[in-house]
T-cell receptor, first 112, second 114 residues
């Protein structure tokens, strides 16, 4: 049973576009939602994270929007660049432990 | 200075063999993890250790056995390798087990079972 559903599976945008990746979760015990970025041949790395007591968090060109009632959150990348081409994973974590449950991943390609 | 390192980077072996993957972190973290990333890039936790104690043990065949000789090292031994074990295995570490602890991933070990 996939507890964190992520879409789309792949996404292609032009440079300067605003790709949006969506995630939905079921477990109401989740209370921390990080996004990880993975470049080919590398391990995932934390990009940005949010707690459900805020509806939006922005770091540079990356923004997380959070809708607690709908149990959904999304990543927006402003002014996307070819260097943003990577696989993006949303994840969720319960207060009680360190286990991260990952979404299926979105392969983003930003064309020049 | 590599924070989380894994060896080997690539591992090609025959079905039925036994192999080990090693992981070391120099971040001073207390918690370490093994993840499996399949061909569709899905990341799934396998094991986690905190201060050398096993705290997460997912539904993984018992052919997989983790071992933590000290809190800076977490190794993964796989017995009787099967074709389905082919994947990328990532080691990760975090400062502790609380929530909001960033997990730092190693570069991965690409295992191919023939």
């Amino acid at each position: 049973q996939q507890q964190v559903k992520q879409s789309p599976q792949s996404l292609i945008v032009q440079k300067g576009g605003i790709p949006i990746i969506n995630c939905a979760y079921e477990n109401t015990a989740f209370d921390y939602f990080p996004w990880y970025q993975q470049f080919p041949g590398k391990g995932p790395a934390l990009l940005i994270a949010i707690r459900p007591d805020v509806s939006e968090k922005k770091e540079g060109r990356f923004t997380i929007s959070f809708n607690k009632s709908a149990k959904q959150f999304s990543l927006h990348i402003m002014d996307s660049q070819p260097g943003d081409s990577a696989t993006y994973f949303c994840a969720a974590q319960e207060t009680s432990g360190s286990r991260l449950t990952f979404g299926e991943g979105t392969q983003l390609t930003v064309n020049p | 200075d590599t924070a989380v390192s894994q060896t080997p980077k690539y591992l090609v072996t025959q079905m039925g063999n036994d192999k080990s993957i090693k992981c070391e972190q120099n971040l001073g973290h207390d918690t370490m993890y093994w993840y499996k990333q399949d061909s569709k890039k899905f990341l799934k936790i396998m094991f986690s250790y905190n201060n050398k104690e096993l705290i997460i043990n997912e539904t993984v065949p018992n052919r997989f056995s983790p071992k933590s000789p000290d809190k800076a090292h977490l190794n993964l031994h796989i017995n009787s390798l099967e074709l389905g074990d082919s994947a990328v295995y990532f080691c990760a570490s975090s400062r502790g087990t609380g929530d909001q602890e960033t997990q730092y991933f190693g570069p991965g070990t690409r295992l191919l079972v023939l």
